[in-house]
């Protein structure tokens, strides 16, 4: 059987487009009327007052927790969702946060700040109206993303893991905006993308536009950490970021794929890019991306909750193993053999093929 996998992921390298550039400049490939137009859109949510001023507070050099505390406290909703949070098991508190104040001590200014854009910001994108597309199921994509960023962040100790996290939400917030302002033209191109890896492609085809571009220029226009820009625009391609950015764009594209992992219909392709991340970018073995998928699937579960999103109880890393399975058997001529190897990498918490470079999951798919 040939390897159409290997063949699938060498188009999505071929057509990754041109590097990215630096966030201020211009790029003449870019269609600027329509970055204009969907940036511009009075149909996307903003950012509400509270958690605005809250940005604005903890940004200042001399900020007083005290003014910050009572500020979150007026949005009673968003503080309640700030203290479950940080009595998640993302978090690892040993011990029960029952106050803002106590809460804001714990985070810190900038983890709260953060906290604070995606816990308002996400819920308000899951309920926005957007014709046929699926936001919520787009916004529980982006929370996968955002905890597999922290995960792996703090696990390699390369960059803020809570900005990371910030990263991870925000990074495809540009799909949402492209839904909102250009409605069915985009359902078209998500038609012509069966899985989000080839969305960047197809938007630079069809739209000489792509939504990591808008998600950056997002970001920088709703006065969020600017930091983030260069990174979430390059997420999708990170290998041409510049070396400033490359690792925090190299941890957002494999935070990508690990949500994919959970909620595309077919893991495999996923599976097999995040090893080849891990193994060539990121020092990390198969064993540790299994670590990460697995305590992704416990964590993001406790997150749903806080953010407004459902998370499926049975979307755990044994399912995704079962699904594995069943799409190994459906691709490999001897089913015997497909299913001992399958359920024998499963079994044994280890990798689920011998892969080379940019072919998954080796053997078994030739
Ligand atoms: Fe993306």
């Given at each position: 059987m040939s390897c159409f996998f290997a063949h699938d992921l060498n188009c999505v390298r071929d057509c990754a487009g041109p590097a990215c550039i630096a966030v201020d400049g211009k790029d003449s490939s870019v269609n600027e009327s329509l970055l204009e137009r969907v940036c511009g859109c009075p149909a996307l949510p903003a950012l509400p007052m509270v958690a605005a001023e809250v940005l604005r507070l903890a940004s200042a050099?001399?900020?007083h927790l005290s003014r910050i505390a009572s500020t979150l406290n007026q949005d009673a909703t968003l503080a309640a969702r700030v203290l479950k949070t940080v009595n998640s098991s993302a978090f690892g508190q040993r011990r029960r946060i029952t106050s803002i104040p106590q809460a804001i001590g714990i985070l810190g200014q900038r983890q709260l700040k953060n906290l604070v854009v995606g816990l308002t910001l996400i819920p308000a994108l899951g309920k926005?109206?957007?014709?046929?597309?699926?936001q919520l199921a787009h916004c529980r994509r982006s929370l996968y993303s955002a905890n597999a960023a922290k995960i792996f962040s703090t696990r390699?100790?390369?960059?803020?893991p809570d900005e990371l996290f910030l990263g991870g939400l925000l990074m495809d917030l540009g799909v949402i905006a492209l839904a909102t302002a250009l409605g069915d033209e985009y359902s078209r191109v998500l038609l012509k993308a069966p899985k989000h890896a080839d969305l960047e492609s197809v938007e630079r085809q069809m739209?000489?536009?792509t939504h990591s571009r808008i998600s950056a220029a997002l970001v920088e226009r709703w006065n969020?950490?600017?930091?983030l820009a260069e990174p979430i625009r390059c997420h999708h391609t990170p290998q041409k970021s510049s070396h400033s950015v490359r690792s925090g764009a190299m941890l957002l594209y494999v935070s990508g794929l690990c949500a994919d992992v959970y909620?595309?219909?077919?893991?495999l392709w996923a599976i097999a890019e995040i090893e080849r991340v891990c193994r060539?970018?990121?020092?990390?073995t198969n064993c540790d991306a299994n670590e990460v998928l697995s305590e992704l699937a416990e964590s993001t579960r406790s997150l749903g909750e806080s953010f407004q999103i459902q998370i499926d109880p049975m979307a755990t890393f044994a399912e995704s193993g079962r699904r594995r399975t069943r799409k190994f058997l459906q691709i490999n001529p001897d089913p015997r053999e497909a299913r001992h190897r399958a359920e024998t990498a499963i079994t044994e918490h280890r990798p689920i093929g011998n892969a080379s470079p940019g072919s998954p999951t080796g053997q078994w798919f030739h």
């Open positions: 050099p001399d900020a926005s109206k957007t014709g046929t597309f699926d390699i100790k390369t960059s803020d739209l000489s536009l969020l950490p600017s930091e909620v595309e219909e077919d893991p060539e970018e990121l020092q990390l």
